[in-house]
Protein backbone atom coordinates (compact mmCIF):
# COMPACT_ATOMS: atom_id res chain seq x y z
CA UNK A 1 0.00 0.00 0.00
CA UNK A 2 0.99 3.55 -1.17
CA UNK A 3 1.83 6.02 2.01
CA UNK A 4 -1.05 8.30 0.27
CA UNK A 5 -3.42 4.96 0.65
CA UNK A 6 -2.32 3.93 3.94
CA UNK A 7 -3.08 8.33 4.91
CA UNK A 8 -6.47 8.11 2.93
CA UNK A 9 -7.61 4.98 5.11
CA UNK A 10 -6.11 6.42 8.48
CA UNK A 11 -7.69 9.66 7.68
CA UNK A 12 -4.52 11.89 8.10
CA UNK A 13 -2.39 13.91 6.14
CA UNK A 14 0.52 11.92 4.13
CA UNK A 15 3.22 13.77 5.99
CA UNK A 16 2.24 12.86 8.94
CA UNK A 17 1.56 9.02 7.88
CA UNK A 18 4.81 8.99 6.72
CA UNK A 19 6.17 10.26 10.03
CA UNK A 20 4.22 7.75 11.95
CA UNK A 21 5.16 4.74 10.40
CA UNK A 22 8.76 5.73 10.12
CA UNK A 23 8.45 6.14 14.36
CA UNK A 24 6.82 2.67 14.38
CA UNK A 25 9.82 1.75 11.96
CA UNK A 26 12.23 3.08 14.56
CA UNK A 27 10.64 1.37 17.38
CA UNK A 28 11.09 -2.04 16.17
CA UNK A 29 7.31 -1.82 15.55
CA UNK A 30 7.17 -2.53 12.36
CA UNK A 31 10.03 -5.31 11.40
CA UNK A 32 10.17 -5.02 7.93
CA UNK A 33 8.29 -4.79 4.82
CA UNK A 34 8.16 -7.87 2.33
CA UNK A 35 6.82 -9.20 -1.16
CA UNK A 36 4.01 -12.17 -0.55
CA UNK A 37 5.06 -14.58 -3.40
CA UNK A 38 2.51 -17.02 -4.26
CA UNK A 39 4.58 -20.60 -3.84
CA UNK A 40 2.69 -21.79 -6.77
CA UNK A 41 3.91 -18.94 -9.04
CA UNK A 42 7.24 -20.39 -8.69
CA UNK A 43 6.14 -23.83 -9.44
CA UNK A 44 5.86 -25.24 -5.61
CA UNK A 45 2.20 -26.21 -5.61
CA UNK A 46 2.03 -28.46 -2.65
CA UNK A 47 2.50 -27.00 0.51
CA UNK A 48 2.64 -28.59 3.86
CA UNK A 49 3.08 -28.03 7.71
CA UNK A 50 5.13 -30.41 9.23
CA UNK A 51 5.40 -30.79 12.65
CA UNK A 52 8.21 -31.51 14.68
CA UNK A 53 9.39 -32.91 17.73
CA UNK A 54 13.39 -33.10 18.51
CA UNK A 55 15.01 -35.29 21.26
CA UNK A 56 15.65 -34.47 24.73
CA UNK A 57 19.10 -34.48 24.51
CA UNK A 58 19.14 -31.90 21.57
CA UNK A 59 16.73 -29.43 23.37
CA UNK A 60 20.16 -27.38 23.36
CA UNK A 61 20.25 -26.62 19.93
CA UNK A 62 16.70 -25.46 19.15
CA UNK A 63 17.95 -22.29 18.22
CA UNK A 64 20.07 -23.67 15.68
CA UNK A 65 17.92 -25.99 14.28
CA UNK A 66 15.65 -23.53 13.66
CA UNK A 67 18.35 -21.55 11.26
CA UNK A 68 18.95 -24.82 9.57
CA UNK A 69 15.32 -25.42 8.71
CA UNK A 70 15.02 -21.30 7.61
CA UNK A 71 17.85 -22.07 5.94
CA UNK A 72 16.08 -24.90 3.21
CA UNK A 73 14.99 -23.63 -0.31
CA UNK A 74 11.42 -25.22 0.31
CA UNK A 75 10.73 -24.16 3.70
CA UNK A 76 8.76 -20.68 4.01
CA UNK A 77 8.47 -20.25 8.01
CA UNK A 78 9.77 -21.77 10.52
CA UNK A 79 7.51 -21.57 14.28
CA UNK A 80 9.19 -22.77 17.64
CA UNK A 81 5.80 -23.72 19.24
CA UNK A 82 4.93 -24.70 22.67
CA UNK A 83 3.14 -28.11 23.25
CA UNK A 84 4.04 -32.03 22.20
CA UNK A 85 5.98 -30.65 19.07
CA UNK A 86 8.97 -28.62 19.22
CA UNK A 87 8.47 -26.78 15.59
CA UNK A 88 5.61 -26.43 13.20
CA UNK A 89 7.57 -26.12 9.54
CA UNK A 90 5.69 -24.78 6.87
CA UNK A 91 7.31 -25.80 2.99
CA UNK A 92 6.13 -25.52 -0.45
CA UNK A 93 7.43 -27.98 -2.59
CA UNK A 94 6.59 -29.05 -6.67
CA UNK A 95 5.12 -32.47 -5.94
CA UNK A 96 4.48 -35.28 -2.76
CA UNK A 97 7.07 -37.02 -4.27
CA UNK A 98 9.54 -33.38 -3.29
CA UNK A 99 7.82 -33.24 -0.08
CA UNK A 100 8.58 -36.84 0.86
CA UNK A 101 12.10 -36.32 -0.49
CA UNK A 102 12.65 -33.25 1.80
CA UNK A 103 11.34 -35.00 4.84
CA UNK A 104 13.21 -37.72 4.68
CA UNK A 105 16.39 -36.30 4.20
CA UNK A 106 16.33 -32.78 6.45
CA UNK A 107 13.68 -34.10 8.70
CA UNK A 108 14.04 -38.18 9.21
CA UNK A 109 17.48 -38.56 8.57
CA UNK A 110 18.14 -35.35 11.16
CA UNK A 111 19.90 -36.38 14.72
CA UNK A 112 18.18 -33.87 16.45
CA UNK A 113 14.59 -35.01 15.07
CA UNK A 114 12.63 -37.55 16.97
CA UNK A 115 9.34 -37.58 15.23
CA UNK A 116 7.46 -35.51 12.61
CA UNK A 117 4.04 -35.10 11.21
CA UNK A 118 3.25 -33.98 8.06
CA UNK A 119 -0.02 -32.04 7.56
CA UNK A 120 -1.27 -30.91 3.80
CA UNK A 121 -2.45 -27.47 3.62
CA UNK A 122 -5.45 -27.33 0.87
CA UNK A 123 -5.88 -23.43 1.10
CA UNK A 124 -4.73 -20.31 2.64
CA UNK A 125 -7.49 -17.59 3.60
CA UNK A 126 -6.13 -14.27 4.90
CA UNK A 127 -7.64 -11.81 6.79
CA UNK A 128 -8.95 -9.15 5.29
CA UNK A 129 -8.60 -10.92 1.74
CA UNK A 130 -11.31 -11.83 -0.79
CA UNK A 131 -10.65 -15.07 -2.60
CA UNK A 132 -7.50 -17.37 -1.41
CA UNK A 133 -4.35 -16.98 -1.58
Do not use: K, W
Not at 119 to 132: E, K, N
Request: hydrophobic letters at 45%; proline letters at 4%; one cysteine or more.
Amino acid sequence: MTNNALAAAAGIAPSTCLGRVRALVERGVIRGFHADIDPSALGRDLQAMIAVRVHASARSHLAEFGDQMAALPEVENVYFIAGADDYLIHVATADSGELRTFVLEHLSAHPAVASTETILIFDHVRPGHHGTT
